[in-house]
């Protein structure tokens, strides 16, 4: 699992850099030259590939911890095991969905802010705080690139975390059918 995480994760990064700086060469939005025209449409389809990409990282990960949590509290039933295995598992999923709703919060944002700032949008948004809105959509840009990358790293350790788990209970159940003279596997 973790090795099938990691390449999703350093694609998905990868696309919303590559979204990052297709947006810094546009060189001026609000020229209808058909080169500023479709520096801005590429510059989109790569944003939302990145934010599609993101998603499928995090419900891969949110998908995986049901899974597994469903596994070991079948197994824990089946083999009369302690529930510490299992409420663990809860405890890391529970910790990592926030982060990960957090990190989606911020990518959608950050595509809302550059749809506002889209010089054919009606929005009409200016900017904050004296900051243009191109520049307000960068920042936010930024942070959600490394916010998405901070969170990833969270869900990679959750996994080896998850992954030991599993180890665990599966020495139990091993144990238990060797007591039991049952067929080990191993």
Known sequence: MKRIFLSLALLSTATLVAAL???LNIDDPRVKTAAAQSGVGEHVLWGLTGLVLAAMCHALVLTYFMGTGRWMEETGKAYRLPDDFRRANQALKYRTVPA???SLALLVATGALGAAADPASAVG????GGLSAGTVHYLAAVLAIG????????????LERN?????????????????RGLPVDE
């Open 21 to 23: 700086v297709l947006g």
């Open 100 to 102: 990960m709703i957090a």
């Open 125 to 128: 948004f200016r900017g904050w």
């Open 147 to 158: 916010v998405n990358l901070a969170v990833n790293l969270w869900e990679y350790v959750a």
């Open 163 to 179: 992954a030991e788990l599993i180890d665990g209970v599966m020495r139990e159940v091993r144990r238990i059918r060797a007591e």
